[in-house]
């Protein structure tokens, strides 16, 4: 049965690339493990849906067309289910990717250079490699351990640091790794070269914060325009379109209209305070709007300061939510202090 819907909805391309995002993210999940649970999720999802949606269609409808109302609630269901659980499985691979990736450069360094200390103390590089290990290494603990099995059963050195390096992704790690394998195989002093890589593994870190802390300006500006101006702005037009819509629905124009009066341009009296835009459609689009800013420039943001957009999906549900809750703050707070206005 998995494996049939497995076969529906997904093509062998794309199950292949879910299996290598799996890989790299990190998550001890096997890809059935995932499909599965994310059937039942989607499943689950489409029966709310039709809960939800479907009594509401059906009021008032022949029992006739019931069955087909409640089919098509509950297909229409399914698939928007189905994207949103594909879109959220999507957001969190590749967010444990990144995650997973900077945790593992955080520590390289240093582990690089307790290997080259090892090498100079006249160990070979697969020893040095095992010694160095520690538990504040966390993540790279784990995979040097993997390394040193598979070079303990016979499997050759570079083979095995190549498809470390190919977890993750991460340009400077796959860099390290060609170097320490280049010198490997050309001979040489290796010690040296480990050191030299740890260092400018560490000068490459140093130069990013630099980077990073030179455009936090440009953060600020971004933040304070999407989560503070964008809010208090679309509060005070919401505000604006219910006094106007109130003092224009109390003018009575009857009289003038009739007599043919109109303004400068031969615009006519009875046209005014007709066909306003409703306050509850500009809320909802006030509401789009500033999510659509805060999901936004929670991007921008992270791409100005870790030049990856994957370093900010943990802020977007915290800039909507900031964004969100200050436009109804600010609307709650200025219909208290224009209260007297438009009455």
Partial sequence: MIESLEKLFLSKSLA????????KSGIKLSFESLFKRAMVMIFILSILGLIIFGSGAIKGQSAVKIPLILLSTWVISFFVSLIIIAGLTFI????????????????????????????????????????????????????????????????DLNAALTEFAEHYDSELLKRSMILLIEGLE???????????????????????KEISSDVVTYSIFIGFASLVAAPLLFALSFRINIIMGTILSKIDLKGAS??????????????????????????????????????????????????????????????????????????????????????
């Fill in 186 to 208: 050309a001979g040489g002093e290796v010690a040296v070269l480990v050191n030299t890589i740890a260092w400018n593994v560490r000068e490459t870190q140093i130069l990013k």
């Fill in 92 to 155: 969190v691979l590749n967010f444990k990717r990144y995650q997973r990736t900077k945790k593992l450069e955080a520590v390289l360094s240093d582990y690089l250079q307790l290997v080259s200390a090892n090498l100079g103390a006249g160990m070979p590089i697969d020893q040095a490699l095992w010694y160095a290990i520690r538990d504040r290494f966390e993540i790279i603990s784990e995979e040097m351990e993997l390394v040193a099995k598979k070079t303990m059963s016979g499997e």
């Fill in 258 to 343: 009739a007599g043919g009066a109109t303004l400068a341009g031969g615009i006519s009296l009875s046209n005014i305070g007709g066909g306003g835009l409703p306050s509850s459609d500009f809320k909802t689009f006030a509401l789009i709007s500033l999510g659509l800013t805060a999901l936004i420039s929670a991007m921008l943001i992270s791409v100005v300061r870790e030049g990856s957009i994957k370093a900010g999906l943990k802020y977007i549900p915290l800039f909507v939510i900031i964004a969100i809750l200050l436009f109804l703050s600010a609307s709650a707070i200025m219909s208290t202090l224009f209260a007297g206005i438009g009455l």
């Fill in 16 to 23: 292949e690339k879910i299996k290598y995002a799996l890989l």
